[in-house]
């Protein structure tokens, strides 16, 4: 940790905000300063009677290329006290969804040559009207002294410009509005008159989740000034890693035939799109989607570099069994925090693309209401004294951690080997067939589930290796590695791993809304403060998908440079499955299958591709504990 630093940063902070952030026992007055008791900000503040205004805050890019700079819209809402000279720390939710979204063709799956793209031009039909009554901080903080501003990214709703994945001028756009605050930029209203947040402490956080909290990590990585914290939840260090792995193309999952492009095209709902149209179809060549390579496209969308700028904290939120936003997304973005020494925390829950306030409910807003107070308003609490990683171990059961990985954990290597048929193999420490080779032929049309559920049956259509059962309950913390020695034949260049967890046993099978509803802040008309109650629902299942991980054998040097390979020749392949956080119980199997199509992540190329396996010289690495 950055201790000299942080310690520095708060004693400056409790110095400008004296008279704004003072403690209720020397000053009350709500008018004058933000009300504090009992180590935490109050809702004293009248939710119904705050300031809401929009804003256009001017940037220095012009995105969609008219000759002007292209301007944010920000909608604010902040205590009325405002505007008789309370200054009150800021929390920006940045978005390109409260324009919300249109349709737009996914590429195509199926591979006949080389991966195309689908055919599109910008929409034509009436622009969806926009809503900011999804946001919830403002219902929580505003009336605790907080102002909250929703920020059109560029291109979407009622902002200028064109979005980008977040490239560079999208980047830059956002950052704009942290400038506005601190008094770095300009703002006007929808008339043209200039405005001043002169309410402002010049104090900053950003908060989303999903592509909402991808955005504050790449405004973080700019290093503007006045940005002291982020909460970024199922945000993105780099989209390299969310449409790219290993070289290869891959989906996130449930979402085969989207890419980077696309993520630009949904959220196109600002006036005249057609003036976008440009700019996105050099998108469309930019990222690639034939080699799969890195290169300067994803480079500048890959913020995780960058965060060594960044001089503030970091509330990180993730779902364990998120296949949308990877776990790797998550542990990339956490790593990237540790290397910079960043102040970081860090929540991990059993849901999937799920926001932490229908996972844990009023322990959130607890939790980032601290973190609020402390990093904006210099508020002495516990928060960073709490242990580092808050993990649920099973459906509202929560343990902590010192880090994440666990400190502990090590390495066990276990090799596919034969068993006295063909196949299943075994997986072990020791095994035999050693230098044996088993094949399998690729068919593009089944699915994972059709391919690893029958653990005791050979199979035409993939290698699986299973191990004796496990003789005690053990951990796997951190990133699985799988090396194979193979030869690859065919039209298709992936290779795919998948590590099971074989076992009967009670899962989690979902995460969604019950008939219940629970209330937390303000409501105003249809701007709630109630949401619905969420639930885990569980079943007895035979087995698990414990991770995956993909590689293009093209780039088994390097995910930049593609590099063909000869048919027959073998090669070594090594690549990374998803990292995880997951307990296996004793008794239970660990599986590992080999596939070259993984339907539901993976493109479809025709079918054929043979795989030839080296056994003893092939197997996996596992980060345990226990």
């Known amino acids: 940790m950055r201790t000299m630093r942080v310690l520095a940063a708060i004693g400056l902070a409790s110095v400008s905000l004296l008279s704004t952030a003072v403690p209720a ?6 008018a004058r300063q933000v009300v504090i008791r009992d180590g935490e900000t109050k809702p004293v503040y009248d939710y119904a009677k705050a300031v809401r205004e929009q804003v256009y805050v001017e940037t220095p890019v012009d995105s969609d290329r008219d000759g002007k700079r292209d301007r944010v819209s920000v909608y604010v809402t902040r205590p009325k006290e405002t505007d008789g000279g309370l ?48 946001v919830y901080y403002d219902n929580y903080f505003v009336s605790r002294g907080y102002a909250v501003l929703s920020a059109n990214t560029l291109g979407t709703g009622d902002s200028d410009g064109c979005p980008s994945a977040i490239g560079p001028e999208e980047k830059t756009g956002m950052k704009t509005v942290v400038e506005w605050l601190t008094g770095k930029a300009k703002a006007f209203t929808k008339d043209g008159k200039e405005v001043k947040a002169s309410w402002s402490t010049g104090n900053v956080a950003m908060a989303g989740k999903s592509y909402d909290g991808t955005l504050p990590v790449a405004v973080a990585s700019t290093g503007v000034k006045g940005l002291k914290t982020i909460v970024s939840i199922s945000g993105i260090a780099s989209w390299y890693d969310y449409y790219r792995a290993e070289g290869g193309v891959v989906s996130p999952g449930g979402y085969v035939g989207e890419d980077a492009d696309l993520h630009a095209k949904v959220v196109l709902t600002r006036k005249n799109p057609e003036v976008c149209a440009g700019p996105i179809h050099e998108m469309e060549k930019a990222m690639d989607r034939v080699s799969g390579d890195y290169n300067a496209f994803w480079d500048q969308r890959n913020f995780a570099k960058d ?3 960044y001089h503030g904290s970091v509330f990180q939120v993730a779902g364990i069994n998120d296949w949308n936003v990877k776990p790797k997304n998550f542990t990339d973005l956490w790593e990237a925090l540790g290397r910079n020494d960043i102040t ?27 973190w609020f107070d402390h990093e904006l308003y210099g508020v002495r609490n516990n928060v960073l004294r709490q242990p580092k990683v808050h993990f649920e171990t099973s459906p509202g059961k929560w343990t902590d951690y010192r880090d994440y990985p666990e400190p ?24 035999p067939g050693y230098g044996r080779k088993q094949q399998f032929v690729d068919d593009p049309a089944r699915t994972a589930d059709s391919l690893i559920a029958a653990q005791d049956k050979a199979d035409p259509n993939r290698l699986l290796y299973v191990s004796e059962p496990l003789p005690k309950d053990v951990r796997i913390s951190g990133t699985p590695e799988v090396s194979v020695r193979a030869s690859v034949d065919g039209k298709s260049p992936y290779l795919s791993a998948l590590l099971v967890d074989y076992g009967t046993d009670q899962r989690i099978t979902g995460f969604g809304p019950t008939k219940d509803t629970w209330c937390f802040g303000d409501t105003l008309g249809t701007d709630s403060g109630c949401r619905p109650k969420y639930a885990y629902t569980t079943a007895q299942t035979p087995y698990d998908v414990i991770s995956r991980g993909w590689l293009d054998v093209r780039n088994r040097h390097s995910d930049s440079r593609t590099e063909p390979i000869q048919a027959g020749r073998t090669y070594s392949f090594d690549w990374d499955l998803q990292p995880r956080q997951y307990q296996l119980k004793a008794g239970h199997r660990l599986g590992v299958v080999l596939l070259v199509t993984d339907r539901d992540y993976t493109l479809h190329y025709p079918a054929g591709t043979k795989v030839s396996v080296t056994l003893g010289e092939s197997s996996i690495r596992l980060p345990v504990v226990g």
């Open 25 to 30: 026992s020397a000053a009350d007055d709500p």
């Open 87 to 134: 200054k009150v720390a800021s929390i920006i939710e940045p978005s390109p969804y409260f324009g919300g979204t249109i349709d737009a063709p996914y590429h195509p799956a199926d591979v006949t040559d080389v991966p195309r793209i689908s055919p599109w031009s910008p929409p034509t039909g009436p622009q969806p009207p926009v809503n900011y009554n999804r």
């Open 307 to 309: 965060l060594g700028n």
């Open 344 to 370: 970081r925390k860090l929540w991990l829950h059993q849901a999937a693309h799920d926001d932490p306030l229908y996972v844990a409910q009023q322990s959130w807003l607890d939790a980032v209401h601290q």
């Open 408 to 431: 502990g954990a090590h390495d066990v290597t276990l090799r596919l080997g034969a068993s006295h048929g063909d196949q299943p193999g075994v997986l072990g420490p020791w095994v």
